[in-house]
Nanobody, 119 residues
Framework: QARLVESGGGLVQAGGSLRLSCAAS????????MGWFRQAPGQEREFVAS????????DYADSVKGRFTISRDNARDTVYLQMNSLKPEDTAVYYC????????????WGQGTQATVSS
């Protein structure tokens, strides 16, 4: 059974950095597109970043371009989200997700990790 487990969230001041990790089990990360979404209180879940199975393509939400970087370590079946220059509006629960190469649906989701940015 596939499972995604996020870690690395926490409390940081504005301008600081956090590195989120997503460890996968039951699936081979190198064969999946991987992504990060986030959900702030009272808001809908929104796309943050994704990386294709080949690592060739990386996409980012406009709100995080130039500040966040998604990467993967296939040997460790782990995906990362490096978040720099954090702003209070980045405060949210961050979710890791995976979808098969030819599927439009994000199939697997982690339980989320809280990132809080204080002003």
């Amino acid at each position: 059974q596939a499972r995604l487990v996020e870690s690395g969230g926490g409390l940081v001041q504005a301008g600081g950095s956090l590195r989120l990790s997503c460890a996968a089990s039951g699936l081979t990360v190198s064969t999946y597109h991987m992504g990060w979404f986030r959900q702030a209180p009272g808001q809908e879940r929104e796309f943050v970043a994704s990386i294709s199975w080949s690592t060739i393509n990386r996409d980012y939400a406009d709100s995080v371009k130039g500040r966040f970087t998604i990467s993967r370590d296939n040997a460790r079946d782990t995906v990362y989200l490096q978040m720099n220059s954090l702003k209070p509006e980045d405060t949210a629960v961050y979710y890791c997700t995976a979808r098969r190469r030819y599927s439009p649906e994000w199939e697997y989701w982690g339980q989320g990790t809280q990132a809080t940015v204080s002003s």
